[in-house]
């Protein structure tokens, strides 16, 4: 399988961090978090990487280089003015010249999500041509739970509530690409044509997922990776 890693962002709400480094090269345990998301593709199969980038792009080109040491393709898809994210993925999926399907994730994440088996309902899902990957929403607050009276009988630190967030993968077939803007976000624009069509499809994985997009994220992903190591 092909993959697009959207990895143009500046990242700002991790400044000073990310001054002079790309978001996703940020490292994590002595790894970029772009390193992460390779090993996890790889794992599931994924030949071909598409790095769409722009701000610092350099940096990712040094450090990935053709994607050898990794066992995987790697080419770039660089931006000389910002597209938009659905603006990008468009641009970077001119290098792929198959029309399988193909696996899109945003570069700022983290998961251990059984790629494979949302492969696998992405196909037993017809007519859906594109597959969103969903992750529980945590609050980030602790829940106050009160009685009939309005006495506190309890807290839940961060506790799952019953909604589901866009986890940033998807999978799409080749015709999504006609939905997708030259310039703009494919949420705001391409994903609510899909869904006013019947076209998407919800995959929910209970697999462990985090977005990476603050100091406190950085923290807790770096504190998560070094209970790996030690397991």
Known sequence: MKAIILAGGKGERLSPFTNNCPKGMLKIEGKPILEYQLQWLVK???TQVIFACGYLNE???DYFGNGERFSVEIEYSVES???GRGGAVKKAWDKILSDEAIIVTNGD??????????IIAHKNNKPAIATICLFPYK????????DANGFVDGFDEKRTLPYWVNGGIYIFEHE????LPDRGDHETTTFPQLAKEKLMFGYKSMDYWRGIDTVKDLNEFTCY???LSIR
């Open 44 to 46: 599931y199969g994924v």
């Open 176 to 179: 999504v690409k006609k939905y």
């Open 109 to 118: 994440i983290y998961t251990e999500m059984n790629l494979q088996n949302a």
């Open 59 to 61: 940096v990712i080109k």
């Open 139 to 146: 609050s980030p607050y602790g829940i106050v739970r009160m």
């Open 81 to 83: 003015e910002p597209l």
């Open 225 to 227: 990776t070094k209970i």
